[in-house]
């Protein structure tokens, strides 16, 4: 057990919906990662928050975003849901900042029909 | 911007085979980092390499770091079943740790 902790474990939902996807960070820990992983694409970084403040923006597409509250859980917003957003969304947290050891939590398996 | 390249994309051994995967960065590295995900599982940090030329191990792993800091390396001395999963680079750039697309390895017994 990281740590981290996600919620929903599996999400399915059609196309053209909204999801919110939510994250809490290992106690302690200031800086929150989100990555999506599809099986053709790896591992993909899209977002990094920092005690509340984006910190580093990878591929996030325009239809997501993300937030960082002051109690430093994070949710990912996704939007306008297409077949191809279908994949797991991990969230990470570590101490720090990007160079420190990343935490994953367990995962959310989302499935858009 | 960074890219972090690693290979084979896959590789099925008999357990008691060495297994090793490498990992190449597009730009200088400050660090590497070595994580592992088992089927159906979340990465797991294993490693993180810091120095020129470092080499570290844990057990029957050996994680080397190049005198270049821009690729990597990951041996496996005598797979075991426990080994299958999928390992992943990552290479810390400036700002962003960006992983490698991972190698699977598959053991059978």
């Known amino acids: 057990d990281s740590g981290v902790t996600q919620t929903p474990k599996h999400l399915i939902t059609a196309t053209g919906q909204r999801v919110t996807l939510r994250c809490s960070p290992r106690?302690?820990?200031?800086?929150v990662y989100w990555y999506q992983q599809s099986l053709d694409q790896g591992l993909q970084f899209l977002i990094q928050?920092?005690?509340?403040?984006?910190?580093a923006k990878g591929n996030i597409l325009e239809r997501f975003s993300a937030q960082q509250f002051p109690d430093l859980h994070s949710e990912l917003n996704l939007s306008s849901l297409e077949l191809g957003d279908s994949a797991l969304y991990f969230c990470?947290?570590?101490?720090?900042?990007?160079?420190?050891?990343?935490?994953f939590g367990p995962g959310t398996r989302l499935t858009v029909l | 911007g960074q890219q972090v390249m690693q290979i084979p994309q896959y590789q099925h051994v008999q357990e008691g085979e060495d297994f090793t995967t490498y990992c190449n960065s597009s730009?200088?590295?400050?660090?590497i980092q070595w994580y592992k995900q088992r089927p159906g599982g979340h990465p797991v940090f294993l490693i993180q390499?810091?120095?020129?030329?470092e080499v570290k191990k844990q057990k029957r792993l050996t994680f080397q770091f190049g005198e270049a800091k821009k690729n990597s390396s990951l041996h496996i001395t005598a797979t075991q079943t426990t080994d299958v999963g999928t390992y992943f680079c990552?290479?810390?750039?400036?700002?962003?740790?960006?992983f490698g697309k991972g190698t699977m390895l598959l053991v059978s017994p």
């Open positions: 106690s302690g820990d200031l800086s």
């Open positions: 730009t200088t590295l400050s660090n």
């Open positions: 990470a947290s570590s101490g720090q900042g990007a160079r420190d050891t990343q935490y």
């Open positions: 928050y920092y005690n509340g403040e984006e910190r």
């Open positions: 390499l810091v120095k020129s030329g």
């Open positions: 990552a290479g810390q750039g400036y700002s962003t740790l960006t």
